[in-house]
């Protein structure tokens, strides 16, 4: 069993976010199981470590200013989520076109880049997004429209520009999320 203090340490490095130091404990703790005879325990712990699925990604911190934008963390994958046959061998394609891109590429062919998610709410089309970024190792950006869209026809547009910007600069999974509250805004 680890002790308190590798336990402590563990939980700083990771709330942290130093990879590097929480393998070092990880592997201390595996060192220690190893030392008192439960080399079962020992060998599951190290090759955890040692076989990490994807490589450990950082996260981007966005202006304060940027209210429309939000990152949420991506913990989802496609063993989490429920769809029928022909839903979940599209999502599979975009992930494996996604993660064969450079192949893809070398062939004169581009992955998708773009994907429209419609459905009624609790459809699951935010965990389809969380799926897809979990998979390929990507942050998921949340651009919340009802903070987007303003009764000024140029704050909105501005907004729309700075968002447009940040997917310019940073890679990764971005979800325009709530397009029905812009169809209830014109409405009235």
Do not use: W
């Not at 563990?10 to 439960?38: M, P, W, Y």
């Not at 700075?162 to 310019?168: G, K, N, R, T």
């Amino acid at each position: 069993m680890a002790t308190a203090e590798q336990l402590k340490a563990l939980i700083r490095a990771h709330f942290d976010d130093n990879s590097e130091k929480f393998k070092t404990v990880a592997l201390q703790i595996a060192a220690h199981e190893a030392k008192i005879g439960h080399t079962s325990c020992a060998k599951d712990i190290k090759n955890l470590v040692q076989n990490v699925k994807y490589p450990t990604r950082k996260v981007t911190s966005f202006s304060k200013k940027l209210e429309t934008l939000e990152q949420r963390e991506s913990y989802v994958d496609m063993l989490d989520i429920v769809l029928n046959e022909p839903l979940e061998s599209k999502v599979s394609r975009i992930i494996n076109e996604f993660r064969k891109k450079e192949v893809l590429r070398k062939n004169g062919l581009k992955n998708r880049s773009k994907i429209l998610l419609v459905g009624e709410p609790g459809t699951g089309k935010t965990m389809t997004a969380s799926v897809i970024a979990n998979e390929v190792n990507l942050p998921l950006y949340v651009i919340q429209i009802d903070k987007l869209v303003t009764k000024y026809m140029g704050e909105t547009s501005v907004k729309l520009r700075q968002v447009f910007d940040y997917i310019e600069s940073y890679t990764g999974v971005y979800l325009f999320d709530e397009f029905d509250v812009c169809r209830m805004r014109a409405r009235y």
